[in-house]
């Protein structure tokens, strides 16, 4: 099989199919070997299609990380969703109306939030507490257990919503490079969720769940002890910004953006891609003295791409430019017209922008798959309501 | 006339209507008054809505950056559009397409890319050739005018297109500090620009047009002395970006992304907002010791917003995470639930994740104004074939 690239005239997102079911499979196997549940976070690809690939192997429980994917991913008919994100409470209405229909999970990590929680919504919710075991952006300190104690008393204490345990996120592992780093984050702040569970366990608060689950950790760890679900969410595609963690290999990258080259300037070794910041989104690899990385750069290649081509990569980012610094070799043979792959820098807001993905199987069934975006959903909705 | 910001439950961009406008209606002034056009970009708000308030103030022609956004805006009634990106030829069906209706105009820079319009649109195109005076991201030097020559003998030699003239973009600016760096950046480009014109009428060759249009020369300047057309685009909203360069005043801002603060950390002066990377971007004002700014904050106010609150920012954006660093005034003002608005680093970037704009005035009818954005247009088409 193979694509058919001649189709291919502007930005377009290609996934290889294959990679990322092989990347669900091995997450699938392990969390079953290490006896947690998977419960895979649904904002890296937001396509009820994709999210089909999960069910057929079992999963029945996802993540999502607003109130819109949720509505987007019961539609599909999803039954048991978690809204990793802190609830926001000016959204009840939604949440009570999804509430009444599955069973929902929501995150918080105050009383102030429960409060209005309680005043607002009526339906029964999950009610995690978010701890934060080291990463810094949300969460309670896992070092002030008298106040996590507090709220889950108060979770916990009567009332129509269920406390349904502890949530960490140990985005502290992206600051970590190799193995091993990302394994020492990952056991310190598996260590202190289990020593949070312990101090509840000990007042008489029951601690049911332990989640957890960035994508490194997930992707270099076996042992997960304590924790009952995992909930990454990149590892169906990967991206640089893993390979550049350790947490994959290159040939596990499953999307990468097609670009027609529009300008060449051999004199300094530089391309113009169609293909900017709309595109790709503006993360970067930060290298050495200063000089930033927004992607790699490999051919089209039958149904995918080939290795990714050494010394070439996307130096800056336009609204629309991409600017290529590219080898010798890369020169020589690229002309204005063509398509080079960029393997994304941040394959989460690549797919969030590009909002569908094209494969070699779609294109044989004469469609792309269209990732049914919560935003572009929501749009459609209000549009179908006028 | 006030906004019911009841309304507003999740992240939601809005609009100063009268902001923009009156910051279309200083452009629309000064161009008349330095007796060139004014052919604004339309990337920045993408919306046929908003394209309408030009119109409304005398402007007929538009420049985009993409195949897509042109066709848009040529359903939407433009006539006479410039597609101030390398041309890109894979697209030529399209090109086609619209060459055959409006009066269409593109960009190159090599011969190769010429050969390749000629072979394959057939329906007559301005051709612009891009002059690289300074930016160093696309265009041919300045200062190799006989290859400048060269092209120019070869597009107006015969064929159906037409020599346009030399188009600069002197992004360049956006390094510079202040009006006085901005005016040295703009008139040197554009003294560049002028000599090119004379080699070229020297040597037998018309030039018709000198296109210039960064934001931040197109604002600071008075003098376009041998430019004929004018392009700038954010200038309609400005932004946080443009203010650091010293090209608007805050007050020239005008829209900003009202989010929901979700969480609360009094102890380290910290809040978790709804909005993040897949609403604002990820551009962000460098700050000492490697601090990053991704938006400042204000109240909601009426119709819009206060004027942003000193020493509050975001400091770090995950895909819905906005982290906030908050005076210890705002942290006792704001509860869990309320509405902060971020005035944005790029606005061009915001408007094009958020894909629409809400203002009073489209309250009071109603109706949100929707951004028939490109990406979004397209995918709907794709839908309405199946």
Redesign the interface.
């Known amino acids: 099989m193979q694509l058919d690239w001649k189709q291919?005239?502007?930005p377009t997102l290609i996934l290889d199919e294959e990679i990322a079911k092989a990347n669900i499979a091995a997450m699938v196997q392990k969390s079953a070997r290490a006896g947690v549940s998977f419960r895979p976070h649904f904002?890296t690809h937001q396509s009820a299609e994709i999210g089909e690939w999960f069910r057929e192997m079992g999963v029945n429980k996802i993540t999502v990380?607003?109130?819109?994917m949720a509505e987007y991913f019961v539609q599909a008919g999803w039954q048991d969703i978690f809204i990793a994100?802190?609830?926001?409470?000016?959204?009840h209405?939604?949440l009570n109306g999804m509430a009444a229909q599955v069973s929902l999970a929501v995150l918080?990590?105050?009383e102030?939030?429960m409060n209005?929680l309680s005043e607002k919504v009526f339906h029964r919710l999950s009610v995690w507490i978010e701890i934060d075991s080291g990463n810094g952006?949300?969460g309670m300190p896992w070092d002030n257990p008298r106040d996590i104690l507090k709220l889950a008393r108060r979770i916990s204490g009567g009332g129509v919503h269920h406390f349904a345990g502890l949530m960490g996120h140990a985005?502290n592992t992206y600051a970590a490079r190799g193995k091993s780093e990302v394994l020492a984050v990952h056991e310190e702040s598996l260590e202190k969720m289990r020593s949070v569970r312990h101090l509840l366990n000990q007042e008489g608060v029951e601690v049911h769940g332990i989640s957890i689950g960035d994508t490194p950790s997930c992707s270099l760890a076996d042992d997960f002890s304590g924790a009952t679900e995992l909930r990454p969410g990149n590892l169906v595609f990967y991206d640089l910004m893993q390979q550049n963690i350790g947490a994959c290999e290159e040939a596990q990258i499953g999307i990468a953006l097609a670009c027609?080259v529009?300008?060449?300037y051999p004199e300094r070794g530089e391309l113009?891609l169609?293909g900017g910041?709309?595109h790709l989104?503006?993360?970067f690899l930060q290298g050495s003295e200063g000089k930033r990385n927004f992607g790699h750069l490999a051919w089209p290649d039958g149904i995918g791409w080939s290795k990714s081509e050494p010394n070439c990569s996307l130096i800056?980012l336009?609204?629309?430019?991409g600017?290529a610094k590219v080898s010798p070799t890369m020169m020589q043979k690229v002309?204005?017209?063509d398509?080079l792959l960029v393997l994304p820098v941040h394959s989460?807001?690549t797919a969030?922008?590009m909002?569908?993905f094209t494969s070699a199987a779609s294109m044989a069934r004469g469609?792309p798959i269209?990732s049914m975006r919560t935003?572009?959903a929501g749009?459609?909705n209000?549009?179908a309501r006028?």
Do not use: M, W
């Open positions: 291919i005239c502007s904002k990380s607003s109130v819109g994100f802190p609830v926001n409470l000016r959204e209405q939604r918080l990590d105050s102030e939030a209005g952006r949300s985005g027609p529009v300008a060449k113009i169609h910041a709309v989104g503006k993360d800056s336009s609204q629309e430019h600017v002309n204005i017209g398509l989460c807001l969030d922008l909002g569908e469609t269209h935003r572009i749009y459609l209000e549009i006028k």
